[in-house]
């Protein structure tokens, strides 16, 4: 009979407590895998979401609220980009694919995001391998719209259904009176895609206010370009050139469904950001370092600012749960210590008896070891399996509330050290009943008190 | 395995602070192979010879030969050894483990030895103290004299070279008890084991040939007259 199972008769014995004592220790275990896949989730997804793109370009500012409004849609923009200047970059050597989006409203319906696109959107991975799958098609025609899949479950749109914007954000309350067709339905893609509704850049410059007047159009290109501001009267003349040439377009309203589009000057379109792809990623670190120096614009690598909040902040709080989770399990680790000492106190007897029998010191305190063990790494078993069951069960609402793709199959590097973390554990709270067991007097107890 | 005992001397600490001497005992010895009865009355430190003996309690002073090694100079992990492999004891009380079958409180007796435990031989010998179809009993399922007898098989099991049993057959009814007495010794004499049985009744001493009283080697047992006219000894 090897000292383990000695041990767990002993356990048996008191199936209760001990039953209470691994439940204890599972919970805390539970609840410390559950933080790592989470975080480990969460972590992943906002780094593999911009992992498609090389470049995020956009006004000069912040380049976390810059990739947090153009990639995850959760900040408003900082401002916008002349689409004169997304043309430059198209043409410039090192750039693969240029693709420029035009952020700011939101769907009247759940004030979901409305990003202005070209089709090309869609033909760069999402994530890492990860192409985009439609229900439906991809945008072609300028009112045509794309939804992603949380939008069509949430507002119950499907290919036909029709929508409207709120001008800039929905606290404007100005609904714009143009409507799209929804042509497509995105598959889930655990990313900020799944919320948004992909609109064709024609047709978000065709809305009424999204093209800027002349004059204000001109300025804020000559500024961008820092170029000095004209003189009123060469303003004037440039002014009306363009009106002679694209003017009174704006004098009638659009029929409801009416496919009748007018060209849009380059002057009056504006980006809110270029999501670009680079030939080579040396291109991409050399236009990021050129970007710092020039212009009003900025280019950022869109995975850095991620990182470093998630560092900064996620990380610590990471840190901080892992630290609190990391207390329960050390708090169950002394409630073993607790059952295992108490319960000495009923077992000098059988100490003594199997002392008597010819068991070492030694003995005993492996058999104390082992049962501190057996508890330990029961209990911590049966936490992993928890944990991993906790996440399989949430899964579903955390993916219906935010969107990010979880699965409780997701095994962290970290949660092998659990177990030997446990075992280091469970040695140090068996070590003092283990101690006092090794010393217990055989002749003074052997007889029934 | 002959045992020998030679100048022992153990006492206890007494309630009021003092000493208590328990054992002074000049000079007791068995042969190999010899069966003794050993009677004495309550107290006057059967159950502490036995232990001193078994290497369970080292005396004061004076030496424990066992087949004639000295047990009382060795480190008390190797005499731990030397009881588990050589020394069977079954004690007054029983000594079982609550938590453990009949059978896997014989195999525990032999779990602490060098030799691997043989559960045939378990299952052998409890069935020779009619408890084959008790195997999976646990001792609180077992009646008192069961239980005593799961104690005899658990002290043979071990297949010892030297048999101490403190009063083996006093919780056993009568056609039980004789099947337990003869069940020791017939086991001690196939294998040239030396038994040393502790006792207070007659009818159990005069199994044995030879039969001594504590109080007649031991100078700190109080000194009481004999009777054999009774069917208890004292």
């Known amino acids: 009979m090897s000292i383990f199972q000695i041990a767990w008769k002993s356990i048996r014995q008191r199936s209760v407590a001990s039953f209470l004592t691994g439940l204890s220790v599972a919970l805390g275990v539970m609840l410390m895998v559950a933080v790592m896949i989470l975080y480990s989730i969460i972590a992943s997804t906002f780094q593999q979401t911009s992992i498609g793109y090389d470049l995020v370009v956009g006004p000069k500012g912040s380049p976390l609220q810059l990739v947090l409004s153009s990639i995850y849609r959760v900040s408003p923009p900082i401002e916008n980009l002349p689409f004169r200047f997304y043309k430059d970059l198209q043409k410039d050597p090192r750039v693969d694919k240029a693709i420029p989006i035009a952020l700011g409203d939101t769907t009247e319906e759940g004030s979901f995001p409305i990003v202005g696109t070209v089709p090309e959107y869609f033909s760069i991975p999402f994530s890492h391998n990860r192409e985009f799958a439609v229900r439906g098609t991809f945008l072609r025609k300028p009112f045509d719209a794309v939804i992603g899949s949380r939008v069509a479950a949430t507002n119950g749109w499907k290919e036909g259904s029709q929508l409207r914007m709120v001008h800039g954000g929905a606290d404007t309350g100005h609904v714009h009176n143009e409507k799209f067709t929804v042509v497509g339905v995105l598959a889930p893609t655990g990313t900020p895609n799944d919320r948004s509704v992909f609109v064709n850049l024609d047709g978000f410059y065709l809305i009424q206010g999204h093209d800027k007047p002349f004059d204000e159009a001109i300025k804020r290109e000559r500024e961008f370009y820092g170029q000095p501001p004209l003189e009123p009267e060469v303003m004037a003349a440039e002014v009306q050139k363009l009106e002679k040439r694209y003017g009174g377009h704006h004098d009638h309203d659009h029929a409801e469904g009416e496919e009748h589009f007018h060209d849009v000057p380059m002057i009056q379109k504006e980006v809110t950001a270029i999501l670009v792809t680079t030939k080579t990623l040396m291109a991409a670190g050399l236009m990021e370092g050129e970007f710092k120096k020039g212009f009003k614009a900025q280019a950022t690598n869109p995975i850095r600012p991620m990182n470093q909040l998630l560092t900064d902040i996620l990380g610590n709080i990471q840190i901080l749960l892992l630290i609190l989770t990391g207390l329960i399990i050390v708090v169950s680790g002394v409630g073993i210590f607790v059952s295992i000492y108490a319960s000495l106190q009923e077992r ?102 | 395995m002959s045992l020998e005992l030679k100048q022992i001397v153990k006492t206890y600490a007494d309630p009021e602070g003092g000493l208590q001497t328990i054992l002074n005992v000049p000079e007791f010895s068995l042969g190999q192979g010899e069966q003794v009865a050993l009677v004495g009355t309550s107290g006057s430190g059967k159950t502490t010879l036995l232990n001193v003996a078994a290497g369970i309690t080292l005396p004061d002073s004076g030496t424990v030969m066992v087949g004639g090694i000295e047990i009382t ?162």
Not at chain 2, 87 to 115: D, R
Not at chain 2, 116 to 131: D, S
Not at chain 2, 171 to 180: E, L, R
Not at chain 2, 211 to 232: I, K
């Open chain 1, 348 to 449: 000098r007897r059988e100490i003594a008896i199997m002392r008597a029998l010819g068991a070492r010191r030694e003995t005993i305190f492996g058999i104390v070891i082992a049962e501190s063990l057996l508890l330990c790494l029961g209990g911590g078993i049966a936490g992993l399996l928890l944990g991993h069951l906790l996440v399989v069960v949430a899964a579903p609402i955390v993916t219906a509330r935010t969107g990010l793709l979880i699965s409780g199959f997701t095994f962290q590097m970290t949660e092998w050290l659990l177990l030997p973390g446990l075992a280091v554990l469970a040695v140090i709270v068996g070590y003092i009943p283990a101690m006092s067991a090794y010393r217990t007097e055989v002749a003074s107890n052997l007889n029934p008190s």
């Open chain 2, 73 to 234: 100079k060795m480190l008390e992990a190797v005499r731990d050894r030397f009881r588990s492999e050589r020394i069977g004891y079954v004690f007054q009380t029983f000594n079982l483990l609550p938590a453990f079958t009949a059978l896997e409180n014989v195999l525990l007796g032999m779990s602490f030895s060098s030799q691997p435990a043989n559960k045939h031989l378990a299952i052998e010998l409890l069935g020779r103290v009619g408890l084959g179809d008790r195997l999976h009993y646990r001792p609180g399922q077992l009646s008192v004299g069961q239980q005593q007898r799961v104690s005899v098989a658990r002290a043979l099991a071990k297949t010892p070279r030297l048999l101490l049993a403190d009063e083996p057959t006093a919780n056993v009814d009568g056609p039980n008890q004789a099947a337990v007495l003869r069940l020791m010794q017939e086991s001690c004499r196939e294998n040239n084991v030396t038994l040393l049985l502790v006792t207070h009744t007659a009818e159990v001493a005069k199994q044995f040939t030879r039969v001594e009283r504590l109080s007649d080697f031991n100078l700190a047992a109080p000194q009481v007259a004999s009777s054999h006219t009774t069917g208890a000894m004292v």
